[in-house]
């Protein structure tokens, strides 16, 4: 388990051992897990907005196109 990406918009954690990416989107307060090739889309996608990214605003337009598939609730325990 690593901690890809905390900041104020998301929240990532890869599972390498299992190729799956957990993801939480704090502003909505929900998430998905990602496996196999959505994974590995999700982390070059996430990699090519982090070298591009200028300001937070990048981020959340561009997790917005997830949006629809993140529908579990997230729970802090």
Do not use: C, S
């Given at each position: 388990?690593?901690?890809?990406?905390?900041?104020?918009v998301?929240?990532v954690?890869?599972?390498?051992n299992?190729?799956a990416?957990?993801?939480?989107?704090k502003?909505?307060?929900?998430?998905?897990l990602?496996?196999d090739?959505?994974?590995?889309r999700?982390?070059?996608?996430?990699?090519?907005?982090?070298?591009?990214?200028?300001?937070?605003?990048?981020?959340?337009?561009?997790?917005?196109d997830y949006?629809t598939?993140?529908?579990?609730?997230?729970?802090y325990?």
């Amino acid at each position: 388990m690593n901690v890809v990406l905390n900041n104020p918009v998301l929240y990532v954690v890869d599972y390498p051992n299992l190729d799956a990416v957990e993801v939480i989107d704090k502003r909505r307060g929900v998430g998905a897990l990602f496996r196999d090739e959505a994974a590995r889309r999700f982390r070059r996608e996430l990699r090519d907005v982090a070298e591009a990214a200028t300001e937070m605003l990048d981020f959340e337009n561009w997790i917005a196109d997830y949006g629809t598939l993140m529908t579990q609730p997230a729970i802090y325990h």
